[in-house]
């Protein structure tokens, strides 16, 4: 008796230790997030794996001008974009994972675009 009064003791402080770590990422402190405005020539898009491939300007105080791959917020934002659309979006960054919301195309871009050399997908922070 006195193993199953312990097993269940354990699992009882298990069961607590989840419900602690369940609200810290529920209602508890939340990660602090960043807004930066950007705008950005689209590069690629990847629905599916909702992701956006654009190329941005500076962003003061966050990163230089770069073509990189962002996270989709809203992936019906991103639906009816094309390679070499201008676009402004927020850059959402917490827990050093960036989103794009409030995706705004700005100017569609031109038919039949030249393919530019750098159109490769750069998965990582490579600046251009
Ligand atoms: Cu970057």
Redesign the pocket.
């Known amino acids: 008796m006195l193993l199953i009064a312990r097993s269940k003791r354990t699992l009882a402080l298990i069961l607590a230790a989840n419900l602690v770590v369940m609200s810290f990422e529920g209602c508890g402190a939340q990660p602090e997030e960043k807004r930066y405005p950007i705008q950005a020539e689209v590069v690629a898009v990847d629905l599916p794996r909702k992701l956006l491939i654009v190329k941005?300007g500076e962003?003061p105080g966050?990163?230089?001008a770069?073509?990189?791959s962002y996270v989709i917020a809203v992936p019906k934002e991103a639906a009816s974009l094309a390679p070499g659309d201008k676009i402004t979006a927020d850059l959402v960054v917490s827990a050093s994972k960036?989103r794009l919301e409030k995706i705004v195309l700005l100017e569609k871009a031109k038919p039949n675009p030249v393919p530019s050399a750098d159109g490769r997908l750069l998965m990582?922070?490579?600046?251009v």
């Open positions: 941005h962003i966050f990163m230089p770069m073509t990189m960036g990582s922070c490579v600046p």
